[in-house]
């Protein structure tokens, strides 16, 4: 499991922004990352991913309204997730993991970061 520390979720009224962060070590920072979200009663779905070298990779829905994007620092690595124009349907448990085509197959995740979107 990639350790990571997810922070950033909160309370917004649609249209509203956040910013979501995911901190990880230095020695991740080859690694391809990826935010991700699971909303009550649905499977968990890929928002965004980044490789090591900054490309990045959207899901269809998000294109237009999220930006991902990551910074290496001497000692960690950190991923952000800038989700604009929020609505409802943006409701959901965000995590931040590797990212891999074989994602949905992980059995390790972190505790996530609650998104609520409400006026």
């Known amino acids: 499991q990639v350790r990571v520390v997810e922070s950033g979720g909160g309370l917004v009224q649609p249209g509203g922004s956040l910013r979501l962060s995911c901190r990880s070590s230095v020695s991740n920072f080859r690694l391809a990352m990826g935010w991700y979200r699971q909303a009550a009663g649905k499977q968990r779905e890929l928002v965004a991913a980044?490789?090591?070298?900054?490309?990045?990779?959207?899901a269809d829905s998000f294109k237009g309204r999220f930006t991902i994007s990551r910074n290496h620092a001497e000692s960690s690595v950190t991923v952000n997730l800038q989700m604009n124009n929020l609505e409802p349907e943006d409701t959901a448990v965000y995590y931040c993991?590797?990212?891999?085509?074989?994602?949905?197959?992980?059995?390790?995740w972190g505790q996530g970061t609650q998104v609520t979107v409400s006026p």
């Open positions: 980044v490789s090591s070298d900054g490309t990045t990779k959207y």
């Open positions: 993991n590797q990212y891999l085509s074989t994602w949905s197959r992980f059995r390790s």
